[in-house]
């Protein structure tokens, strides 16, 4: 056991354990050892700059938390060209919707012009949470002031059978009804997403508190 996994274990609790590996069921529960993510941002902002470095060279984990330790690390890194390789380097690895969700480089808001051709790359990938992580990055950073209608297109055109590809594309399209309500709602009334994702988006945005009651009504007709 590394020095690392010590440590984790030392923070383990094992009632979030139990209550935390049913959120997760893509992974083997044995892999989970149970620290919850406040406990493990700390532990991360404790973490010496060589000892953090040397972590983030180690590829793969054993477990789940250390996967989520090195989302959290990632995220920090200040230098885009070294965060950007590095986060390339991680997606083969991440293999559920909590680690991809948890990664999120700061650094990217400042690098818009270059992240978008990351993530038409991303987008195309036949891992589930490489094109999940590629349509959540859309949804931080492109549905405000860098919003372009093609994004839109980007993600409907996306044909995948995997549930957490499915709910990140309802996901997106509910934050864009918020967002981007004009350009979104064609996407909605000519019914250019598969029944299930135009469904879960509609609920979703009917359920955000920034989508105005009269939208919601009307968007609550367009279900299918």
């Known amino acids: 056991m590394t020095n690392i996994q010590k440590q984790l274990f030392a923070l383990q609790d094992k009632k979030y354990r139990e209550f935390h590996s049913k959120l997760i069921p893509t992974i083997d529960k044995q892999t989970i050892i149970g620290v ?42 200040k230098d885009y060209g070294q965060c950007l390789a590095a986060v390339n380097k991680f997606l083969p690895y991440v293999n559920n919707w909590a680690t991809c969700d948890l990664l999120r480089p700061k650094i990217f808001v400042k690098y818009h012009k270059e992240l978008i051709k990351e993530i038409s790359v991303w987008l195309q990938s036949d891992k589930t949470y490489t094109m999940r992580f590629g349509i959540e990055m859309l949804l931080v950073h492109f549905l405000d002031k860098d919003f372009q209608k093609k994004y839109l297109d980007w993600v409907a055109k996306i044909q995948s059978e995997e549930y957490y590809v499915r709910m990140m594309q309802a996901w997106f399209f509910a934050e864009a009804a918020a967002k981007q309500y004009e350009a979104v709602l064609p996407y909605f009334e000519k019914q250019k997403l598969e029944s299930w994702t135009h469904n879960k988006a509609i609920q979703k ?13 009307y968007l609550r007709k367009l279900k299918y």
């Open 205 to 217: 945005a009917r359920e955000s508190f920034r989508v105005a009651e009269d939208r919601k009504e």
């Open 36 to 77: 919850r993510v406040p406990v493990l941002r700390k532990f991360a902002q404790e973490l010496d700059e060589q000892t953090a470095a040397t972590f983030l060279q180690k590829l793969p984990h054993q477990y789940y938390e250390e996967n989520q330790l090195h989302a959290i690390l990632l995220s920090g890194l």
